[in-house]
C-alpha cells in the first residue's frame, strides 16, 4: 500500500527527530562519561610524603621545606630568604599537585615542544619526597580557548620517541605566580598594644 506523500514526510520527520536526540542526548552523555574516565591524576603520593618543593618561575626561584616541627608553620621558605612560609598558599599548590588531574593526554614528538612553550617553559616544580624520590611538573602556555595548561609531568620519551603533553587546570599557574612577599608568613599586627598610662596630677602647695 502507498503511502500518502504527507505521512511519508511525517515519518521522515519522526525518524530523524530520534535520531538527533539519540545523537545529541544518549550518545553525547556516553562521550562526555568517556572523556570524564580518561581523566587521570596527575601524581600518585600524598601531601604528607612531600618534604621539599622546589617553584621556578620567570621572575623568581622559591625553595619550600617541610618544617621539622609539627607546629605552625608547616613551611619553611629556605631561599632566597629563610622564614616561615605562607601555609595557607603552600597548602594551595600542594592540593593541586595532589588532587589535580590531566583532563586530556596529547602524544607529541619532542621537536614540537616549542609550540606549547615547554621548550622554555614559565614554570617548573620540583618536588622531593621524604622517601628521597622526585617528581617534576613543567608548565607551558594556555591552550586556545584558556581553559587549560600544556604541561608535562616526570617527562620521559616514549619508545616512538614522543612525549606526554598533559593539559591540566589553569590553577597551576595562578598558585604559582606569586611575589616573594605573598609565599612569606603574614605579619601579625593584632598584638596587644602596651596599656595606656594615665599620668597622675601634679600635687600642688596650697598656701
Given at each position: 500500500?502507498?503511502l500518502p506523500?504527507?505521512?511519508?514526510?511525517?515519518?521522515?520527520?519522526?525518524?530523524?527527530?530520534?535520531?538527533?536526540?539519540?545523537?545529541?542526548?544518549i550518545r553525547?552523555?556516553t562521550v562526555r562519561?568517556?572523556?570524564?574516565?580518561q581523566?587521570?591524576?596527575?601524581?600518585?603520593f600524598?601531601?604528607d610524603?612531600?618534604?621539599?618543593?622546589?617553584?621556578?618561575?620567570k621572575k623568581l626561584?622559591?625553595?619550600?621545606?617541610?618544617?621539622p616541627e609539627?607546629s605552625n608553620p608547616?613551611?619553611v621558605?629556605?631561599s632566597?630568604?629563610s622564614?616561615p612560609?605562607?601555609?595557607?598558599i603552600?597548602?594551595?599548590?600542594m592540593?593541586l599537585?595532589v588532587k589535580?588531574k590531566?583532563?586530556?593526554?596529547?602524544s607529541?614528538?619532542?621537536k614540537?615542544?616549542?609550540?606549547f612553550?615547554l621548550?622554555?617553559?614559565?614554570a617548573?616544580i620540583n618536588?622531593?619526597?621524604?622517601n628521597?624520590?622526585s617528581?617534576q611538573?613543567?608548565?607551558?602556555k594556555?591552550?586556545?580557548n584558556g581553559?587549560f595548561?600544556y604541561?608535562?609531568?616526570?617527562?620521559?620519551?616514549?619508545?616512538?620517541?614522543n612525549i606526554n603533553?598533559?593539559?591540566?587546570?589553569?590553577?597551576f599557574?595562578?598558585?604559582v605566580?606569586?611575589?616573594?612577599?605573598e609565599?612569606k608568613?603574614?605579619?601579625?599586627?593584632?598584638q596587644?598594644l602596651?596599656?595606656?598610662?594615665?599620668?597622675?596630677?601634679?600635687p600642688?602647695n596650697s598656701?
Amino acid at each position: 500500500m502507498k503511502l500518502p506523500r504527507t505521512t511519508l514526510i511525517l515519518i521522515l520527520l519522526a525518524l530523524g527527530l530520534g535520531g538527533f536526540v539519540y545523537f545529541s542526548e544518549i550518545r553525547g552523555t556516553t562521550v562526555r562519561e568517556e572523556s570524564n574516565e580518561q581523566k587521570q591524576q596527575i601524581f600518585s603520593f600524598r601531601e604528607d610524603d612531600v618534604q621539599s618543593l622546589t617553584v621556578k618561575t620567570k621572575k623568581l626561584t622559591l625553595n619550600l621545606e617541610r618544617s621539622p616541627e609539627s607546629s605552625n608553620p608547616k613551611w619553611v621558605i629556605k631561599s632566597p630568604i629563610s622564614g616561615p612560609a605562607n601555609d595557607a598558599i603552600v597548602s594551595y599548590l600542594m592540593d593541586l599537585l595532589v588532587k589535580g588531574k590531566s583532563d586530556r593526554t596529547l602524544s607529541t614528538p619532542l621537536k614540537e615542544l616549542g609550540q606549547f612553550a615547554l621548550d622554555e617553559p614559565p614554570a617548573t616544580i620540583n618536588i622531593t619526597l621524604k622517601n628521597r624520590q622526585s617528581h617534576q611538573l613543567i608548565l607551558g602556555k594556555s591552550n586556545f580557548n584558556g581553559r587549560f595548561l600544556y604541561a608535562q609531568a616526570d617527562p620521559t620519551p616514549k619508545p616512538d620517541g614522543n612525549i606526554n603533553v598533559l593539559l591540566v587546570s589553569t590553577d597551576f599557574a595562578n598558585a604559582v605566580n606569586r611575589e616573594l612577599s605573598e609565599w612569606k608568613q603574614p605579619v601579625d599586627n593584632s598584638q596587644k598594644l602596651p596599656p595606656l598610662t594615665i599620668p597622675k596630677p601634679t600635687p600642688t602647695n596650697s598656701k
